[in-house]
Nanobody
Framework: VQLQASGGGLVQAGGSLRLSCQAS????????VSWFRQAPGKERQFVAS????????YYADSVKGRFTVFRDNTKNTVYLQMNSLNSEDAAVYFC?????????????????WGQGTQVTVSS
């Protein structure tokens, strides 16, 4: 499985961005696709996840109500719609995928990672 993340950029505080993560290779084998982010000097943290399970969508508390993760299976793409962005959201965002039902918030659960896309929020 290969993942291609895109959509990052510079946005003003309060603005919106939509990130995309397109899967190729064997996208049908994917159970979960998740987004993580890493700010300078900080550890990578879980942001959101979508799985094949019914109602299988999860968010970090810090983004609930502002971010929405959704997928377009016809395009093998998972999106992260980010609204009301603030300075704490600035980071490199990574998408990751896994084929098993493991701890969705743990990096170790994901064998496949995209290259990361930079999100910068200006005040």
């Amino acid at each position: 499985v290969q993942l291609q993340a895109s959509g990052g950029g510079l946005v003003q505080a309060g603005g919106s961005l939509r990130l995309s993560c397109q899967a190729s290779g064997r996208p049908d084998s994917i159970y979960a696709v998740s987004w993580f982010r890493q700010a300078p000097g900080k550890e990578r943290q879980f942001v959101a996840s979508t799985t094949k399970a019914p109602n299988g969508i999860y968010y970090a508390d810090s983004v609930k109500g502002r971010f929405t993760v959704f997928r377009d299976n016809t395009k093998n793409t998972v999106y992260l719609q980010m609204n009301s962005l603030n300075s704490e959201d600035a980071a490199v965002y990574f998408c990751a995928s896994g084929t098993g039902r493991h701890d969705l918030r743990a990096e170790a659960s994901y064998p496949y990672w995209g290259q990361g896309t930079q999100v910068t929020v200006s005040s």
